[in-house]
């Protein structure tokens, strides 16, 4: 008996490790779908709100049966501060993550969004929400951590150095990369090098902002399914304005039986309907930061199948950043598990002197 109680309190204290490890192999299939998708033609601001409206009829049969009697009554200053996290998270975010990938390889897409940990525990830092200790060993580790993770993908951004002949077919990836009509060609232009990171900077600014906005979020409306069943409401009607403001041509707007069907379909049911879910209860139980700090694993993820799937050359320098990323993911973890037991036996002391204090006060009183 004893021997099943300790299996079961640590495989509750792994959920929400667990929780972010498929998160990100998922986010990995959501870059490679849509780099796919969009590279055949497919228009991203069309793409998000297809994304979004899919979502949506995947939650919102699961939000009225569950959590029908749990969702606390809507009111006005809620509803607001629901829309602004959709506003920044589902819509800007995505849009300008979809528009990105237009100039970017989902390799560098995914390498990008590593500066997600780091623009997320310095807002929170700043909110007060993220404590930095540096007179204690977890705090060196979260920041040393944090700028391990940042290095690491510039490594993998930057991916110049000697190649890996991985499984034969460098030549060919390497022949591919050196023709004239190549997209690596067109993608190192000068053009091209500032608005893919310039624009996906932006974009992982606004998805900090939402992991950030939604820990207040969940303590006023505790109904996880059906808050993201709103997000998604009005992050599908603001994308659709900004879709008929970009691209006023119907025939954009069409869907075959084809790569673009699928990416949609996986990107709305599969990483907004789970991953978003999975992510609102990991920022409940561990906080913005501890969430964020996985982003690097998607990375990783990617560039292991693009090497696969469509035989990317991979890099000496891409490996070292990717153990770079590891450590600092590592890193960041420990200092945070260390730094919550150290304030539950520091909350656990205060409990016990606010009882001794209750005590004497009864025996005095007495």
Known sequence: MKNFLSISVFTETQKPYLAMLLTQFLYAGMALLSKAAIDVGMTPCVFVVYRQAFALLALAPFSFLLERKQAPPMSCPVLFRIFLASLFGMTLSLNLYYVALNYTSATFAAASTNTIPAITF???????????????LYGVAKVFGSVLCISGALLVAFNKGPPVKFMNWYSTAHKEDSSPNS??????????WIKGPLTMLLANTAWSLWLIMQGPLLKIYPAKIRLTSIQCFFSCILSAIWAIGFDR?????????????????????????????????CIEKKGPVFTAM?????????????AFLWK??????????????????????????????????????????KEE??????????
């Open 294 to 306: 996985f982003t690097p694993l998607a990375l990783l993820i990617t560039a292991i199948f693009s």
């Open 249 to 281: 041509n119907l025939s954009s707007w069409k869907l075959g039986w084809n790569i673009q069907l699928s990416s949609v379909l996986y990107c709305g049911i599969v990483v907004t309907g789970i991953t978003y879910w999975l992510q609102v209860w």
């Open 183 to 192: 997209p690596a060609i067109d993608f190192n232009s000068k053009l091209d």
């Open 122 to 136: 310095i807002v929170a830092t700043f909110l007060r929400m993220e404590s930095i200790s540096m007179r204690h």
């Open 357 to 366: 204090v209750v005590l004497e006060s009864i025996i005095t009183h007495q």
């Open 312 to 353: 990317e050359t991979i890099y000496f320098t891409s490996i070292g950043g990717a153990l770079l990323l590891v450590g600092g993911l590592y890193s960041v973890l420990w200092g945070k598990k260390k730094e919550e037991c150290v304030t539950d036996e520091t909350n656990a002391q205060a409990e016990e002197v």
